[in-house]
């Protein structure tokens, strides 16, 4: 019996039945590998055919912050001994509570919990989120300091990264990671390159140089 994966890219054609404005063929705005980035590409390519983008992200966010915030919901959903179909209720009980789900989540909800994949929804969750950025033209910014940065600093590296070649004229999505065994200065990440500024780093170039001389 094929993968109930399958669900969700097949009945495309059905659900966009009715959107003239749909387009006729999708792709998504970046590769996404790995089963979970099977899974939101495909929920991706069918949210935009029935243009659901933000319904389906609206529902996925609110997953997101009940398993982030309840470490007994995260159990609960990867408990292996939960039967998939008490999880299923479960998840549905957490998304109405924010308002009706979107048929698309219930959808997704339901391939997972039929092919026993419910304990992966937060890493699908993070695959969406990627695909989203990438749709609104998005970089992610992370930068890790020993302490909180004030507004001020923050800012100054957040222009400095916007105006060069790293940003790629796209949009930075700003979060500062506060990380104390750096000890001072700080890494920066942004996309897929990273810049190490730290101290913690110089000391262990340092090390490793007094170390490689004796």
Known sequence: MASRFTRLTTSVPKLARGYSAAPTS????ITLFGLQGRYATALYTAAVRQNSLDAVEKDLNTFAQAIKKDEAFRSFLENPTVPR??????????VKKA??????????LQVLAENGRLDTLDKVIESYSELMSAHRNELPLVVTSAKPLDKSALNKIVESLQKSKLADGKKLLVSNKVKPDILGGV???????????????????????VTDSV
């Open 99 to 108: 308002g009706k789900p979107s048929e698309l989540t219930n959808n997704l």
């Open 26 to 29: 999708v792709k998504a705005p």
């Open 85 to 94: 179909a008490t999880k299923l209720g479960g998840l549905n009980e957490v």
């Open 187 to 209: 890494l920066v990440e942004i996309g897929d390159k990273s810049i190490d500024l730290t101290v913690s780093s110089k000391l262990a170039k340092l090390n490793k140089l």
